[in-house]
T-cell receptor, first 113, second 113 residues
Framework: GAGVSQSPSNKVTEKGKDVELRCDPI?????LYWYRQRLGQGLEFLIY????????KSGLPSDRFSAERTGESVSTLTIQRTQQEDSAVYLC???????????FGDGTRLSIL | AQSVSQHNHHVILSEAASLELGCNYS??????LFWYVQYPGQHLQLLLK??????LVKGIKGFEAEFIKSKFSFNLRKPSVQWSDTAEYFC???????????FGTGTKLQVIP
């Protein structure tokens, strides 16, 4: 069946521009996570959605970062006024419930010039 | 606050050597435990999981992990590693209910032929 889908797969943009990253989770998965993975480093938690509960935004690094999720479907991660340190792979994962195994997308590789 | 600690950041082994990667967590009460693996150029995938029952769980590719409640540990083991096990390994505990999963910083394993 279909897995977690992320788009775009690659994004190159100039410093100061806004970017929007999209995640389509597996249908029926109530939990959705966004992570950031810088080159050669581990996963950095950004935000967690669980059903209709208020999202856990504790990992967002600054107010330039925001994310939305409509119900239990698609989510978008928006980065405003991008900086070079935002360059990374942004990963989305979903699971049927928060404590079930996560299924990861292929990520969006973001490069800020 | 919930936390997870992976003690080894980078491990280098020769083929056929035994492997043990440490993972300690700070959750009290119910805990669900995962190990994920990221092979070079691939996305994260589940290696094994523990929810309840037998504390020794077996995963894919000959990996196993033991849940020791008294030590708050969930160490990953493999009796004899192969070159194809070269990857990054992440321990990821979760509390009960709808608590989010927290990823450790990861351990890079390099297996030398």
């Amino acid at each position: 069946g279909a897995g977690v889908s992320q788009s775009p797969s690659n994004k190159v943009t100039e410093k100061g521009k806004d970017v929007e990253l999209r995640c389509d989770p597996i249908s029926g998965h109530t939990a959705l996570y966004w992570y950031r993975q810088r080159l050669g480093q581990g996963l950095e938690f950004l935000i967690y959605f669980q059903g209709n509960s208020a999202p856990d935004k504790s990992g967002l690094p600054s107010d330039r970062f925001s994310a939305e999720r409509t119900g239990e479907s698609v989510s978008t991660l928006t980065i405003q006024r991008t900086q070079q340190e935002d360059s990374a792979v942004y990963l989305c994962a979903s699971s049927s419930y928060s404590h079930q195994p996560q299924h990861f997308g292929d990520g969006t590789r973001l490069s800020i010039l | 606050a919930q936390s997870v600690s992976q003690h080894n950041h980078h491990v280098i082994l020769s083929e056929a050597a035994s492997l043990e990667l440490g993972c300690n967590y700070s959750y009290g009460g119910t805990v669900n435990l995962f190990w994920y693996v990221q092979y070079p150029g691939q996305h994260l995938q589940l290696l094994l999981k523990y929810f309840s029952g037998d504390p020794l769980v077996k995963g894919i590719k000959g990996f196993e992990a033991e849940f020791i409640k008294s030590k708050f540990s969930f160490n990953l083991r493999k009796p004899s590693v192969q070159w194809s096990d070269t990857a990054e390994y992440f321990c990821a505990p979760s509390g009960g209910g709808y608590q989010k999963v927290t990823f450790g910083t990861g351990t890079k394993l390099q297996v030398i032929p």
